[in-house]
């Protein structure tokens, strides 16, 4: 399963980011890419997970350490529908 995790800043600023750019996958996780952006929000994270539980997880942690506010998309590609 394809997932988007939208990153808008609470506080943290340069930690956050910090963090970000070394971001590992945990196991049942695989990162894409994580790009910072201007705008509404500051960082995406394309990533995919085994299932929901294993993404939900990953968003929480990435989330509580960042202190990021995040908001996860479920991405389906156009071809499969």
Do not use: C, W
Request: aromatic share 12%.
């Amino acid at each position: 399963m394809l997932f988007i995790t939208l990153l808008s800043p609470k506080g943290k600023g340069r930690e956050a980011i910090s963090y970000l750019k070394e971001l590992k996958a945990p196991q049942g996780i695989t990162i894409h890419n994580v790009y910072l952006t201007f705008g509404r929000y500051d960082g995406v994270i394309v990533f995919e997970a085994l299932d929901i539980k294993t993404a939900m997880n990953f968003v929480l942690e990435t989330g509580f350490t960042t202190d990021y506010t995040v908001e996860t998309l479920t991405a389906i590609p156009a071809k499969e529908l």
